[in-house]
């Protein structure tokens, strides 16, 4: 069902920050630049409107436009997978089918927060409707207990979803319970791949056996996790020990600014300007975004994440 190019996808899948004005509107002018800078530095693939791009806050037009944006901008020269949950199924069902007709390479969605499936069941009934409306493309299970709040035995719904989403390509496993990744790729025997959704954590994700990462900071430091792949794929565990390291310092200096709006600072402090969070997440001051900067610079970010601008 899916192109040779899909089903052998791993490495790294960039969740794409939105860019914004200081009013927090869209800005989508410098997305061209932000999709060939990944790509230059060896990013695999593109997801957009997932958390990191806040596309819970976005209308549907917006979400709408911010795809056309990164689908346009990639040329197909590295898949982009548009992140299409919503609380509403039917409203979801209706980005799916735009990424469809826009020439997206997938599409993947969290399940609705406010009204939660209840039952496996109820959860494979709900993706249902959202892939229907783009059956042909790969669909990608976003599982974010945290975010979702579902007591979901993963690995069982895994097992059932394999015959009643066919279309599901993936799970974008967002936990710190590496057992659990283990069990579904245990149950599903490769007919699925699992992308780990925890930066900080990559290296052990990998050694659990996914087939890779998306994440936000890969937008800003992917060289970082690039080395890291190379090493763990070298069987230098050292160096890729030290490389994830490094990696859980940064987070832990962006993190108290915010997740979304320390990292959407950040961006502009390596050039790719993306501009503020949108309400209800907050606006980092300028004082607050000099102060990161300067723990950064303390960190040691800028030597071997990116250069500052």
Known sequence: MF???????????????TPMDNSGQLALGIVPTIVNQLISEGVAGLYVCGGTGEGVSLTNAERKLTAEAFVTAANGRVPVFVQVGQNSLYAAQELAQHAAEIGA??????????????SIKALIDSLKIITDGAPDLPFIYYHFPAKSG????????????????????????????????????????????VFFGTDEMLLGGLAAGASGGIGSTYNFAAPLYVKLIQAWQNGDLAEAQRLQAL????????????????QKAMMGMVGLECGPARLPLNTLSAEAIDQLRSNLQEAGFFDWGRPAH
């Open 3 to 17: 192109n040779q190019n899909i089903k052998s996808l791993t490495g790294l899948i960039a969740a794409t920050f």
């Open 105 to 118: 390479d997938g599409i993947s969605a969290i399940t609705p927060t406010y009204f939660k499936p209840g």
């Open 247 to 262: 990696s859980v310092k940064m987070v832990r200096t962006f993190v108290p600014f915010g997740g979304i709006e320390g």
């Open 150 to 193: 579902l007591p979901l035995d993963l690995p069982d719904f895994v097992e059932q979803a394999a015959t009643k989403l066919p279309s599901l390509f993936a799970v974008k496993f967002t936990d710190s319970k590496l057992h659990d990744l283990q069990a579904v790729l245990a149950v599903t025997n490769g007919r699925i791949k």
